[in-house]
């Protein structure tokens, strides 16, 4: 269903301080979908536990809120010993997110103890992937990296 096209993949939260750039996933979204790009979301309930809802509670959640149209995915885990297999390749092929210019994210999220526990781990809800049409993954973008950074 998604070969040949660009993905963003986006683990993703209801209750988090960054949920608001659901707006901004879907308008990339609805502005490149005819274009071949796809946003996808996996919810992860790990940080903080700020995707506590079923998955029919957050699709609503989503839907009803931010309009989200883009396929939303069944709950996951993105870190540790039960960590997706998609994640697993995703983090392997770009083990390290880009953060935007002067960003402090990680510096405030270890300054509070949440620094990822391994190598690779995603920091937070909101870190996102882009893969080429052809599977290469092309980016790991941090979580305060919004949709509408350049």
């Known amino acids: 269903a998604y070969q040949g096209k660009v993905l963003l993949v986006v683990n993703v939260a ?14 990339l979204y609805e502005t490149y979908r005819e274009r071949g ?5 996996f919810p992860s309930n790990e940080f903080l536990g700020q995707e506590p809802g079923s998955n029919e509670e957050i699709l609503a959640f989503c839907r009803g809120t931010f309009g989200v149209q883009f ?9 540790g010993e039960h ?17 935007p210019e002067g960003s402090e994210f990680l510096a405030r999220m270890t300054s509070k103890g949440r620094a990822p526990k ?4 995603i920091l937070w809800n909101f870190e996102k992937f882009l893969i080429a049409r052809d599977g290469t993954v092309i980016q790991r973008f941090s979580p305060d990296t919004t949709p509408e950074d350049p």
Request: hydrophobic fraction near 40%; charged fraction near 20%; include cysteine.
């Open 14 to 27: 209801s209750e988090c301080g960054l949920t608001k750039q659901y707006e901004g996933l879907e308008a």
């Open 37 to 41: 790009l796809e946003v996808l979301g």
């Open 71 to 79: 396929p939303m995915f069944a709950k996951i885990e993105v870190n």
């Open 83 to 99: 960590r997706h297999p998609l994640y697993q390749a995703l983090i392997a092929a770009q083990p390290e997110a880009v953060a």
């Open 118 to 121: 391994h190598p690779g781990d």
